[in-house]
């Protein structure tokens, strides 16, 4: 028996306390927004958390709203020296993301920023308008060498907000422009939007796309990512972009067990169907605050299913919530483990999918001449 487990499961068991993210907000006021509180950040000396005074005027709030700063960026290509990723570079055009998937890794960036990993990062976002100018001027560098760019890999670069900005487009403007590659991970059907940029690329091998498809079942879809693209319109994305000609490829991320991965199979079959090459899967990352948020909307969501998931979550961790070793982070350990890629492994083949690599180009790189960007002092 795990004595971690919250006692509303069942109240003769002698377990641990419940998970505390914070108190939760009204529903009225946070309906369409995946957690539902917003605890301070680990790093604030100081909380703040709603609470009843007894006035019962909670009819008179009113339902939250996003609220979009803009942020003037200094760079803008984000390095990392990660062992178990395929890429050293990537761009993010947003903090915070209005797609407010519970399970998100990326919650616990919006600390840095003195702001909640809860509700904040969902509601309080930043964009920044100024990524392709910064874009172009540090592709200008004599020092910089060309390798593929990811987007989409710390928060969505086609959450909603990117209708009405448009800073990804413009990103992809500047990567034709001088032939640099792009890999691109979405869980939004806008991403056909751009197909006339990607398909230019593509026909010089400099863009693929990866499309998330977490579920099949729109409920529970609309549930745990609640202002995600539907599942049925994720792959019209994947069918879209397949025929004009861009690798694409579907991600099943993340995998939670007992809860999404008996999809595999039937998800990997539609991946096929809708013309995606390629396919992958990532294991459930529950990192600092994600915990607890991800534990408080199963408990609201699948109370009945609390159990078995979180169990089987800390056999393939280590008996933790989350292990952030590497190698295992994204695959997890154990027998459990194990039979998860086994299956994904088994079905791909079965639909023909990752029966290559696909390796993009940089070798067509023209480096931006300089002065061609005047950015403002200040």
Not at 88 to 96: A, E, K, L, M, Q
Not at 270 to 289: K, T, Y
Request: hydrophobic share 35%.
């Amino acid at each position: 028996m795990d004595s971690r487990l919250p006692t509303r499961i069942d109240p003769d068991l002698k377990v641990g306390p419940m998970p505390d993210p914070g108190v939760p907000l009204p529903e009225d006021q946070r309906r369409g927004r995946g957690v539902a509180t917003n605890k301070s950040g680990r790093f604030e000396k100081l909380s703040s958390e709603l609470c009843d005074d007894g006035w019962d005027i909670v009819d008179d709030l009113p339902p939250l709203k996003t609220e979009v700063q803009e942020e003037r960026a200094r760079t803008i290509i984000t390095r990392n020296d990660s062992p178990d990723i395929s890429f050293d570079r990537s761009i993010n055009p947003y903090r915070g993301c209005e797609h407010g998937c519970v399970y998100c890794f990326a919650r616990p960036s919006h600390a840095f920023m003195g702001l909640s990993p809860g509700l904040d990062f969902e509601t309080r976002l930043f964009a920044k308008p100024n990524a392709a100018e910064l874009l172009e001027r540090e592709l200008a560098r004599p020092a910089y060498t060309p390798r593929p760019i990811a987007i989409g890999t710390n928060t969505d670069a086609y959450q909603p907000l990117e209708r009405r900005h448009k800073i990804m487009r413009e990103i992809l403007e500047v990567l034709d422009r001088y032939n640099h590659p792009v890999g691109i991970v979405t869980k939004s059907a806008l991403v056909a939007r751009d197909t006339d940029i990607l398909s230019r690329m593509a026909e010089r091998n400099l863009a693929k796309v990866a499309v998330s498809v977490t579920t099949l079942n729109r409920k529970l879809s609309r549930s745990m990512e609640p202002r995600t693209s539907a599942p049925h319109k994720r792959l019209d994305a994947v069918r879209t972009l397949a025929e004009a000609g861009i690798p694409t490829s579907v991600m099943v991320a993340p995998v939670i067990p007992a809860l999404n991965d008996s999809e595999i199979e039937a998800i990997l079959e539609q991946a096929a169907e809708h013309g995606a090459r390629s396919a992958a899967f990532i294991l459930l990352r529950l990192p600092l605050e994600v915990s607890e948020l991800f534990r408080d909307w199963l408990l609201r969501a699948e109370p009945g299913k609390y159990r078995h998931v979180m169990s089987l979550i800390r056999s393939m961790r280590g008996g933790k919530d989350y292990d952030a070793k590497w190698g295992e982070r994204m695959r997890g350990r154990g027998p459990y483990a194990d039979q998860i890629a086994k299956r994904f492994s088994l079905a791909a083949k079965r639909h023909g999918l990752n029966l290559r690599q696909h390796k993009l180009s940089a070798d067509q790189f023209i480096r931006p001449q300089k002065g061609g960007v005047q950015l403002n002092l200040f």
